[in-house]
């Protein structure tokens, strides 16, 4: 087979994920793992399901290069930089392990993700709908898609990214219920002037590490149906929430 050769924006993404300081204590780890296993694809996979593990264990390497950061004036406040960092280290790890799953043939090769969502011009109508005279966006960290042979979009899955579900986890299951209601001939839809103006419909996904064991309380279960899928990076079995290593399988067969 004739391995998989990336894409220029691809190989910038490695480089720059390879290039922050945060990501040098996980990626290091990922590094570790593979090296001890006897199949490295195989290996990669069931890495996808230990984010959470890997984030954990890193975190106090990246508390003293935030500390040394501070020390030479480059963060005020170390507190505020452990969130921000966390958030994109855990988005990072998903963009790697991504590109790294597609040179092993795990993910199609006309299958795409990115962060930079100015990136894809036409991800602007799928993530816009409106309300009368105003809109309504969705809280989008990520965007897999893929092209058809005119270079249009084929489809789409969005991807929100908590690392916690006290955080906005709850705008992004409303923005898929606001997607429901545009697309379907209703009362509230004729009320408020929703419209939606996109070719076809996206995907919407969740992806968590769930940090404080949040996602068996009642509230958090029921939100999970709004989603068309949703995963969490922690090697645990679920009647609700799929494991992180199902992504690869998931993005072939929907996208």
Known sequence: MTPYQLSKSESRYLQEINELYYMIPALQEIERRLASADNCSERLLMIWDELYEIMVQCKP??????????????????????????????SNLIIYLFIQSKILGHI?????????????????????????TETQKPDM??????????????????????????????QTYKWKLLLEIANTENAIKQKYGIRYEAPFIPKIGFVTVNFYNEINNPQHRGMFKFFDASFIGKNITSDFIAKLSELPAYVNREI
């Open 108 to 132: 199609k090769p006309d299958i795409f993700i990115t962060s930079k969502l100015g990136e894809v011009p036409q991800l602007k109508d799928l993530t816009t709908i409106h309300v009368d």
């Open 61 to 90: 390497q990246v508390d003293l290069l935030l500390e040394e950061r501070k020390a030479k004036g480059n963060i005020k406040d170390v507190n505020q930089a452990r969130k921000s960092v966390a958030g994109n280290l855990f």
């Open 141 to 170: 960290d990520l965007a897999v898609y893929a092209f058809d042979e005119q270079e249009s979009l084929r489809n789409c899955l969005i991807l929100s990214l908590k690392t916690s579900l006290r955080e906005r986890a709850g």
